[in-house]
């Protein structure tokens, strides 16, 4: 029974009278137990029936209520994944579904946390998600994280690829019952990572597609910062990255802010993260979306006509690796523009190692399918940095459609790719091996 019931109430400091109404009589000292006791029937009452009406919502919703342990957040972060239900017009997911996730910290900059978004101009978006091999205990929270921090009006789909996974890393009914809007979709035959995603792109209708792996854990009002750039761009031709904070390897709980750098690679056509925007840029101001040269990965949102009109992925590059370098100098050199939004932020979970095969012969021709068509006069240095011993000799297949594609969109050169995009090219790389 709290200061601020008897406060209303009308207590007096001398501690001997409570004058309960302005007007009405006063009461003895004697009576004095007699109605404290009444009071606090009535008090344990009120809190028997606000936790019965607590333990009537959804289990999403309740979880938030009752703390995401010493996050200051947790309880907010309830009422958010239960606002964009609503909003959504959809039913709730079952009870049976696990919501919690370690909520990470707020990390944003202060003007992205006052910012604002109208939701109505902002286009819709299917988030995909390929995965082989994954661990429950990566995709769940990732899936929550999602469910709580985004406004689920702007999400069409989630739309979850799996990629000929054994039945014990399926998960189908686990990852559907955790929303309605939950999709998965099932490849009889392992496609690799970027024919993967490139099916995921066919199966959906979006405006927008957001490529998301499935270990990961988003934060605050990551969507809209991405959303609202993307709409800037009249004729759709700008691709935007979340900021990537760490997620250690060894505790998907942890959660550790990045640096604001932009994306790079050297000859060899490995990626690594290079200087950072202010090193670069002495007259850049946080938080405002900034160029990269390079995409470092799978983690972006492309408008869908965008995607399909710039030649998607290289659909002959199979397994994984390479694709996103290819993609990052088509994107600049054939009039498209690639921006870091340090407003959005995810976590992701850097991994030494990934959890299906990847081979080695694989990644090196998907690597010199990218060097032949992109790399014009400077397919040497490629030769001469790669780390593959006879990569002259390896099959890189057909290159046709990608040279017919490079002359209909009427791309750049390289050497205007470095004059313009990333000198930092022409000098000495780090190698991140």
Request: with cysteine; net charge neutral.
């Amino acid at each position: 029974f709290g200061s601020r019931h008897l406060a209303v109430l009308g207590q007096r400091p001398c501690g001997c009278r409570i004058q309960i109404f302005r007007g009405a009589p006063m009461i003895s000292a004697g009576a004095l137990p007699k109605l404290i006791g009444v009071l606090l029937l009535v008090t344990a009452f009120v809190v028997v029936l606000e936790w019965n009406a607590i333990r009537a919502l959804p289990d999403e919703v309740s979880h938030g209520l009752r703390g995401r342990g010493s996050d200051p957040m947790g309880m907010a972060s309830g009422f958010s994944s239960l606002a964009g239900l609503m909003k959504s017009g959809r039913r709730s997911p079952p009870s049976s579904a696990d919501l919690s996730f370690p909520m990470p910290p707020e990390v944003r900059h202060w003007k992205c946390k006052s910012a604002t978004f109208g939701l109505s101009d902002l286009p819709t978006v299917t988030i995909i998600i390929p995965y082989l091999q994954e661990r429950w205990e990566h995709i769940r929270p990732t899936v929550a994280s999602i469910l709580a921090n985004t406004p689920m009006e702007l999400v069409d789909e989630i739309l979850f690829i799996d990629d000929a996974n054994p039945e014990a890393f399926e998960f189908h009914e686990n990852i559907t019952n955790m929303h309605p809007k939950i999709r998965v979709h099932r490849n009889e035959v392992r496609q690799g990572l970027i024919k993967a995603k490139a099916t995921g792109a066919l199966l959906t209708s979006s405006p927008v597609i957001m490529f998301m792996e499935p270990h990961c854990i988003v934060n605050r009002q990551w969507l809209e910062p991405l959303l609202a750039r993307m709409a800037e761009f009249e004729d759709h031709s700008n691709v935007v990255m979340p900021m990537l904070d760490i997620i250690p390897e060894d505790n998907f709980a942890a959660y550790k802010a990045a640096n604001h750098h932009i994306g790079g690679f050297d000859w060899s056509l490995t990626f690594n993260w290079m200087v950072t925007i202010e090193e670069r840029n002495a007259s850049y101001s946080l938080p405002e979306p900034y160029p990269t040269p390079a995409l470092s990965g799978g983690i972006f949102a492309i408008w869908k006509d965008y995607w399909e009109r710039m030649g998607t992925y290289d659909t002959e590059m199979t397994e994984w690796g390479g694709e996103h370098i290819e993609m990052s100098l088509r994107l600049w050199r054939c009039g498209g523009h690639i921006d870091i939004v340090p407003c959005s932020r995810i976590g992701h979970l850097f991994r030494s190692r990934n959890p299906y095969p990847v081979h080695g012969d694989k990644i090196l021709r998907n690597l010199k399918r990218a060097a032949l068509v992109w790399l014009d006069d400077y397919v040497e240095k490629f030769y001469k940095e790669t780390g593959y011993q006879n990569a002259r000799k390896a099959d890189a297949g057909n290159l046709t459609e990608r040279f017919l594609l490079k002359e209909r969109l009427q791309c750049k050169s390289m050497d205007w790719y470095m004059d313009n995009i990333y000198p930092e090219l022409r000098g000495k790389q780090p190698r991140r091996r």
